[in-house]
């Protein structure tokens, strides 16, 4: 073997003249086609000029002709990973260490790998291993950081981030990983400081902009957002992730029109996928429409979240008879909720790691007949999935009522609530909407929620109203609003949810320069489910925001004994609460105008015998309602898929439907 060739190669790669080493490495393999290390510096030329799947078939070469080159097969588990063929990944990695040993370098790529495909406990293994051998490796720290953020060890997320910080003061990538986990514990100054540390290392990093404007959205600066969205966009037209933020915060923004949100869903889907859709393939699928329907679920959310919490009743009442149901979902920590989910599955399909491109090949493996988006463009969406027509149905549902743009997506799961208009749906959304008779949700016992508790108001002398919502819903408009309930109810208080931050104290000032001294306010941060229930025993009256009001906290709220004033709007997302308190029989407390709420909201307020009796009705009284009437609502659901279905057993499926 000619070693010193190959390491004359080796050494001129490493200087960065690429071309030159591989020249040298193809004239060695002209002489010696069976010499692994030439192949393996091969591919780390061809890999530096940007050819990274021609350099994987280099790699894959040189472990067959020398199985025991740690290096080859880690580099080959470098390029699996990045062409999403996980399990050969992780193959790669674990040979290098069986060949290598006790390599820092080894441990950190095979934990990582092993976080990519959700086995983070095992990740975790790994990278302490990796920092055993090597306590300054900052990589490792950074990557053990972000598996204990994903696992919710928020804290030693952390810990290892600002160590890794001290050994790596000038990496942007730290510090954006920093601001992500502070930002998930509510602490949103501090997150912004580290994406601003960032952003200054780093000025064009797209993603860190997309994690800064979600930042700000949380902190209700909206057009602070929009911006950050709008520079990822500029920076890197193909990103699809911050177009949908954008998207996403203009529902809360109460400058847009349902016109105007509908365009820019168009736009999205003119950029990001109908490139895709066009190139679609034909579906085999047997179009006999009575036939047991393959039904498939999409969630990056099936663990202890709201999606969750909606599909479980759902998914409990399914007739399995009638339909086959499949989950696919890129659930990193599962947990008892999980559980739950998969027992009411036929087939349960994790997809983390997956490209959207595999996913939409392993849905169409399926056979699947309807496939159902329940995340929208919230985040870790899989619309460019959606977008390559994998199923012959395609419907979306429950992330937010609204439309994707997607000329993919057949058809959205409305109300007659939240649509009352269906001659002017076609100015809202891109899909065709489908009614659900009674309720687009199903409520259902959170289990993790007190007792209804004694009106605060009877002790307290004063009424409390409150806020749980998220605080990117605290616009404007309902700053205005609530500052003139206050005053129709002196001696009032407010509770707001809010993080920490300098939002809170920004919208003290404009409560004060609304005539609202700052001691009337008080802030509830962020909480885990019990306290967070245990939050609404300390409030009166709930003041629903706008133009994005509450769903799941409606709810919520109404289980805990708070009656809800809501004001309806123009937009789906302004009726949840006109939809969910017309169902329980409460319409009354949906109002028209600013001057019918403050005036709804004070009279309430001054009948402490009618917040008494709500109090002690209001969970008997939804549970009773159809908003918990879930076999009910599971045949709703089923009739739809049905009505869709036949409808499409009489038409050409290539096309739109």
């Known amino acids: 073997m000619d070693q ?23 004239a060695v393999l002209a002489r010696e086609a069976d010499n692994g290390e030439a192949f393996y510096v091969l591919g780390l030329a061809v890999q530096a000029m940007g050819r990274a799947d021609e350099a994987g078939e280099y790699y894959r070469r040189a472990t067959e002709l020398q199985p025991t080159l740690a290096e080859a097969w880690c580099n080959l588990g ?8 996980a399990e050969e990944a992780l193959a790669c990695f674990e040979t290098a260490i069986s060949v290598r040993g006790n390599v820092a370098e080894l441990y950190n790529n095979f934990g990582l790998m092993l976080y990519d495909v959700g086995r983070c406990a095992e990740s975790i293994t790994a990278l302490e291993h990796a920092l055993r051998l090597r306590p300054d490796f900052p990589e490792a720290l950074n990557n053990l950081a972000t598996t204990f953020q994903k696992v919710g060890r928020a804290t030693e997320a952390v810990e290892c ?73 500029a920076i890197k037209p193909e990103y699809a992730t911050a177009h949908s933020s954008r998207l996403y915060t203009i529902h809360f923004h109460p400058a847009f029109s349902s016109r105007m949100i509908l365009d820019e869903h168009r736009q999205w889907n003119a950029r990001h996928a109908h490139g895709l859709t066009k190139n679609s393939l034909p579906h085999p699928n047997d179009r006999s429409p009575d036939r047991r329907l393959r039904i498939g679920y999409v969630s990056p959310d099936f663990r ?41 599955t036929d087939t349960w399909r994790q997809t983390l790691g997956m490209s959207d491109d595999q996913l939409a090949r392993l849905i169409r493996e399926d056979q699947i007949d309807i496939l159902v988006d329940l995340t929208m463009h919230m985040g870790s969406n899989r619309l460019l999935t959606f977008a390559r027509k994998p199923a012959p149905v395609q419907v979306t549902y429950l992330a937010y009522c609204s439309t994707t743009g997607l000329e993919a997506i057949d058809y959205r799961l409305t109300d007659p609530y939240l649509d009352p208009n269906p001659e002017k749906n076609g100015d809202c959304y891109t899909e065709r909407s489908i009614y659900l008779p009674v309720s687009y949700w199903c409520y259902a016992d959170p289990g993790v929620a007190p007792p209804v508790g004694p009106l605060v108001a009877a002790g307290a002398g004063r009424i409390t109203f409150g806020c749980l919502n998220n605080f990117a819903k605290v616009s404007a408009p309902t700053i205005q609003v609530w500052s003139r309930v206050l005053h ?27 005539g609202i001294d700052a001691a009337r306010i008080e802030f509830a941060g962020i909480m885990r489910a019990p306290q967070y ?15 994005y009001v509450g769903g799941t906290t409606t709810l919520d709220a109404l289980w805990m004994g708070v009656p809800v004033v809501s004001l309806a709007g123009e937009t789906a ?85």
């Not at 470098?78 to 063929?85: E, H, L, W």
């Not at 300098?502 to 409560?511: N, P, S, W």
Request: proline share 4%; with cysteine; hydrophobic share 40%.
């Open 4 to 26: 010193t060739a190959v390491l004359e190669a080796l050494r001129v790669q490493q200087a960065g003249r690429n071309a030159e080493a591989q020249a040298m490495c193809r």
């Open 78 to 85: 470098i390029v699996r990973r990045a062409q999403k063929r």
């Open 161 to 233: 981030y600002r160590k890794a910080a001290r050994l790596q003061p000038d990496s942007p990538v730290v510090f954006s990983n920093l601001g992500n986990v502070l930002i998930k514990s509510g602490r949103v100054d501090e997150a912004l400081a580290c994406y601003d540390r960032s952003l200054t290392l780093r000025p064009d990093h797209a993603e860190v902009l997309n994690n800064a404007g979600i930042a700000l959205k949380e902190s209700g600066r909206l057009d602070d957002a929009m911006a950050c969205f709008e520079r990822a966009r």
């Open 304 to 344: 202890d979240h709201v999606v969750a919490r909606f599909m479980l009743p759902l998914l409990a009442h399914h007739d399995h008879a009638n339909f086959e149901i499949f989950s696919y979902t890129d659930v990193a920590r599962p947990d008892e909720m999980t559980a739950r989910l998969r027992r009411h």
């Open 488 to 514: 129709a109810v002196p001696d009032s208080r407010l509770v707001v949810h809010s993080g920490l931050g300098g939002h809170r104290k920004l919208f003290c000032d404009r409560m004060a320069a609304l």
């Open 533 to 547: 229930f245990e939050e609404y025993r300390r409030i009166d009256i709930a003041l629903d925001p706008f133009p």
């Open 573 to 657: 997302v302004s009726r949840a609460g006109l939809s969910i308190l017309s169902n329980l029989g409460l319409a009354e407390f949906v109002t028209r105008g600013a001057d019918d709420y403050v005036k709804k909201a004070a009279e309430l307020a001054g009948d402490l015998t009618r917040l008494s009796e709500l109090r002690r009705i209001l969970r008997e009284r939804l549970q009773h309602s159809p908003l918990m009437d879930a076999p009910r609502f599971a045949r709703d659901i089923e009739g739809a898929y049905r009505e869709m279905w036949k409808r499409a057993s009489r038409i050409n499926w290539k096309n739109d439907i």
